[in-house]
């Protein structure tokens, strides 16, 4: 890749406390990851895993303690150049034993303005997001177009109203939204699920970011609305090219429409590269988890092959327990005897394998 | 700075913990302090009845006006006649506990009868409970007794009684809420279907189990209102009258004095009703903190 | 708003209005009762003072031996009540309703003066505990506010008038008609609604519930997108936050507020309807007492119509309801 990376994520920790079991939330436990201009990275793993909590680190977005502990979150667009988390070290202490963190000092309310501080020049401006749960996630108080407006008032040269409503009706239009002067009016209850996620995808474009995150774009909806929400996605890419962190569960919108893909597991990315690489069906140098994943998607070759569904052995990780060794050992159907005691062991680390595939397995590295 | 620590090792399941240690500190706190004014209310009032003071209550001395706390063997010092002030709120005590026990029975027995009603049986009840409700939250409490010691007489009993009933519709409803989630996670359901007598139902799983915080709470909400009625009450000239004391009236008297910069016969009962409606009060906060399961802070 | 809102909202005040009407009805029913079931038989007194002259009353007299069953003496003393009159106080003699809204209107000014003071020391510190939970602030001044909240009021009026007077030595009959004393005589003025408005005894639930709201929705999808697009986070939290539990809850401490008012305008000596009220029942005056009881009510459920429509104004699924 010789194109600069838009976003650098690089070994972030995003942590909650559960009061009740006096120990930590290891949501995000080390994830990288690097998405260039113009890319449409697709994130794609299990609830839990983490993708949405490292969604929503990137934006400054966690309110919960401690929240992002470590890290560093590089951006870079046509605008701005900074480190997300920065000075974040000013604000934390760690305190590791047994190479895990135990302790974890910080100062909340400080981290939030420095934060607030170097993060407002960025939400909606440079990175939009949108989110899982439309109807609920835009406000009921106010009519749709209303808040396309605001966010387009906010963020691009069109100050005044009637500029922004103008602008706000053409990007309805392109969302596939129907009578959209009259939608323009409308409340998010009198709105389709489906029809408030293309409104929020709307708003989160209008405001002309370099970056779009879409967290579970189709989650929730209708199986008919969610391909025409893709429909629309892809759409978008082509006229639009703008850089896209897509998240999801489901490995067929992910494969519609991501270049490179990372797949996360128990707070960590596994495997990642580009995504004609990492879907294919049949067994290339995969990450054993990728490949149960790609195997237990109920397709027609799928269940004529095999004639059952198959599901991945064991329970999710719990991410307060983690174990020692590799994340997945436990559920792991590829563990050879070679490698097993590395497996329960240590660890792995995610090397590269080959032409910007990186794999966290012993199964591939010697 | 917020600090966050976990200890190496086996991760404890939560709910094994004992209560004293799953609870915030300060509902803690709050519980303790409320239990021990609770304690003092009910020390004092069984010796207020039986005249088991440190001094008699009428004793006027006028050689003792006003002594400050710790004087000649008066804990509490003495009022603008030289009458013990510990005995005088002690004996305070009599005016309110009983009338408020009246009025916590009332409330509790009827609302919970109520609230059963509505909520094993009748969807029709609901929309009744409601309209009474806003009935009856549509009065000042204060300017109804004013109304019902016009109409009948300046009885605490009678009095208590208007409390207790107006006290009805917060409990049934409160009853109703909990019987309704219960048959919405199809406990009754499940009872009903285990062939459980319905009387069993009702007293044992229902509010035993289930209602029993929810009525110790209002328990003390229904005291500390009690408390607060009472006193203004005799503040006002309509309940105990003088020479025989109530920390209203004592409040009362004392005004003139109070003027004139000697604080302390107004002050002293003052500090009792604010200390004992504090207690009540945060006892039901803590013991809502702690038996659901929230944090006050 | 737009015209084609405002119908659906009609639609739902009308509803409101209608249940208004019901409550009032209810209220004088309840009213009724207690009278009826008096010992003291006020309602002769109470028709004979709706009665302007001698001789009409001499004439209910001798009607009245006939004993008329409950619901023609509740019908005549409702129609009564509706075309205005509300008999004559047995102490002064007077017409009730004139009297009872004169006072009425000054408990008013003293009510809502008294809600304004409590609001302005709950929102800052509901607002504060909301967003930075619990802190070396927040606790103390919660701490504090369950303290207020249990202290009688009429102690802290003495305390206040103590205070007043003597520390900053302005009495009362000092002020006389200089232009300085009047300016003090205003201040004076203000003493009862500071006084009813910290000391009304619910400033730690107001808090509590304010905070608990807007705790509520400060976690809510909408807002957390509201942030994402670099939006104000109060702008989008205000209505449902702020204004729709302030309304609800000063809505329901209207009777709160108006039965401590019976209370200070005694330790104030404030002409009011409190004190109206306890001097009725000292004299068992009963058409007066009855009609500030019913003027209560309504003021209740003017606040409670009040935060209907303040809700239905700003909730759009509202009229839907």
Redesign the interface.
């Known amino acids: 890749m010789t194109t600069a990376p838009i976003l650098k994520i690089e070994d972030l920790r995003t942590y909650f406390y559960s009061r009740s079991k006096q120990a930590f939330i290891r949501s995000v436990d080390g994830v990288s990851l690097e998405i260039t201009k113009g890319e449409t990275l697709g994130v794609v793993g299990e609830s839990g895993s983490g993708k949405s909590i490292t969604a929503l680190s990137i934006l400054g977005l966690i309110s919960a303690g401690p929240g992002v502990v470590s890290g560093k979150i590089g951006f870079k667009s046509d605008r701005i150049q900074k480190n997300l988390l920065q000075d974040l070290g000013d604000f934390v202490k760690l305190t590791t034993r047994d190479g895990k963190i135990m302790e974890v000092s910080k100062d909340v309310v400080g981290w939030e303005r420095n934060a607030e501080r170097v993060m407002s020049k960025v939400r909606g401006k440079e990175i939009a997001m949108t989110f899982q749960n439309p109807k609920s996630s835009l406000n009921p108080f106010t009519s749709v177009g209303k808040q396309i407006t605001e966010a387009i008032r906010l963020h691009t040269s069109m100050k005044t109203e009637q500029e922004a409503k103008e602008r706000a009706l053409t990007w309805l239009d392109r969302v596939k939204i129907d009578s959209p002067r009259l939608r323009f009016d409308n409340y998010p209850y009198g709105l389709s699920g489906g029809m408030c996620q293309r409104a929020m995808i709307a708003m989160a474009l209008a405001s002309e970011p370099s970056f779009l995150i879409a967290d579970e774009p189709t989650t929730g909806l209708d199986a008919t609305i969610q391909s025409k929400i893709v429909d629309l996605l892809v759409e978008l890419k082509s006229e639009l090219g703008i850089t896209t962190m897509l998240i999801s569960h489901d490995i067929s919108i992910i494969s519609r429409l991501s270049d490179s893909v990372a797949v996360m597991y128990g707070g960590t990315v596994f495997e990642y590269g580009p995504a004609k690489h990492i879907l294919s069906t049949g067994f290339e140098s995969k990450h054993p988890y990728t490949s149960a994943l790609l195997a237990s998607i109920p397709s027609e070759q799928n269940i004529r092959e095999k004639g059952y569904l198959q599901a991945i052995e064991g329970d999710v990780l719990d991410t307060i327990n983690i174990p020692e060794g590799c994340r997945f050992y436990s559920r792991c159907n590829r563990v050879t005897g070679k490698i097993r005691e590395k497996c329960a062991r240590q660890e792995p680390d995610l090397r590269e394998i080959g032409s910007g595939h990186k794999v966290r397995c012993w199964l591939y590295f010697d | 700075?917020?600090?966050?620590?976990?200890?190496?090792g086996e991760?404890?399941?939560?709910s094994d913990l004992p209560f004293w240690k799953?609870a915030d500190v300060v509902d803690l706190v709050y519980v303790g302090y409320g239990l021990l004014i609770v304690a003092l209310v009910v020390v004092s009032y069984v010796l207020g009845s039986f005249n088991l003071l440190p001094r008699d209550p009428q004793d006027i001395d006028l050689q003792l006006m006003m002594a400050p706390p710790g004087t000649a063997g008066r804990l509490l010092g003495t009022d603008f006649m030289g009458r013990d002030m510990l005995s005088r709120l002690i004996v305070g005590i009599q005016a309110y506990f009983l009338p408020g026990l009246l009025a916590i029975l009332i409330a509790l027995c009827f609302g919970t009868g109520l609230g059963v009603l509505a909520g094993y049986r009748g969807e029709k009840l609901d929309t009744g409970i409601t309209?009474f409700t806003?009935?009856v939250?549509?009065?000042?409490?204060?300017?109804?007794i004013?109304?019902?010691?016009?109409?009948?007489k300046?009885d605490i009993y009678y009095i208590m009684l208007v409390v207790g009933l107006t006290n009805v519709p917060v409990v049934s409803s409160l009853i109703k809420g909990k019987i309704q989630f219960l048959k919405q996670k199809n406990f009754i359901e499940a009872d009903i279907a285990l062939g459980v007598p319905t009387k069993t139902i009702i007293l044992k799983h229902i509010l035993w189990h289930h209602c029993r915080s929810l009525l110790i709470i209002q328990a003390t909400l229904g005291m500390?209102e009690a408390i607060?009625m009472e006193?203004?009450l005799s503040?006002?000239?309509?309940g105990v009258q003088e020479p025989t004391p109530s920390w209203?009236n004592m409040?009362?008297s004392g005004?003139n004095y109070?003027?004139q910069?000697k604080f302390w016969p107004?002050?002293a009962p003052?500090l009792a009703?604010?200390?004992t409606?504090?207690g009540f009060?945060?006892l039901g906060d803590g013991l809502n903190n702690i038996l659901e399961g929230k944090r006050s802070? | 708003m737009k015209l084609s809102a405002i119908r659906p909202i009609a639609l739902v005040l009308s509803r409101e209005l209608v249940v208004t009407v019901l409550l009032l009805l209810g209220v004088s029913f309840v009213v009724f009762i207690i009278l009826f079931a008096s010992p003291g038989d006020p309602f002769s007194v109470l028709l004979e003072g709706q009665l302007s002259t001698a001789e009409a009353k001499a004439g209910v007299r001798e009607a009245m031996g006939v004993p008329r069953s409950w619901y023609i003496q509740y019908l005549a003393w409702l129609a009564g009540m509706l075309s205005g009159n509300f008999g004559t106080s047995i102490r002064m003699g007077l017409p009730v309703l004139p009297e009872v809204l004169r006072v009425g209107l000054s408990t008013l000014i003293l009510t809502i003066g008294s809600l304004i003071i409590t609001l302005l020391i709950a929102v800052p510190i509901a607002l504060y505990s909301a967003v930075r939970g619990t802190n070396k602030i927040s606790w103390p001044l919660t701490m504090s506010s369950y303290v207020i909240s249990a202290l009688p009021v009429f102690w802290l009026g003495y305390i206040v008038i103590y205070f007043f007077t003597h520390k900053l030595g302005l009495f009362p009959i000092a002020f006389g008609f200089s232009s300085a004393g009047q300016k003090y005589r205003w201040l004076y003025q203000l003493l009862p609604i500071f006084v009813l408005g910290v000391g009304n005894g619910t400033i730690s639930e107001v808090i509590r519930y304010l905070r608990q709201e807007m705790g509520r929705v400060m976690a809510e999808d909408y807002i957390r997108t509201a942030r994402a697009k670099g939006a104000s986070v109060w702008k989008h939290a205000f209505k449902e936050g702020l204004l729709i539990p302030v309304t609800e809850i000063i809505a329901s401490k209207i009777p709160f507020i108006l039965g401590g008012a019976v209370i200070v305008e005694q330790v104030f000596n404030w002409p009011g309807m409190g004190r109206m009220a306890w001097q009725a029942a000292q004299d068992r005056d009963y058409p007066v007492i009855m009609g500030i009881a019913i003027l209560a009510a309504v003021f209740v459920r003017m606040g409670s119509l009040f935060q209907s429509v303040v809700y239905v104004a700003v909730n759009p699924r509202a009229s839907k309801e």
């Open positions: 700075m917020k600090n966050y620590s976990q200890i190496s991760i404890s399941e939560f799953k309209y806003n009935l939250d549509s009065f000042p409490r204060l300017v109804l004013l109304l019902v010691i016009a109409a009948f300046p500390a607060l006193t203004s503040y006002l000239g309509f209203g409040v009362q005004a109070f003027m910069g107004s002050t003052a009703i604010l200390f409606i504090l009060h945060l802070t």
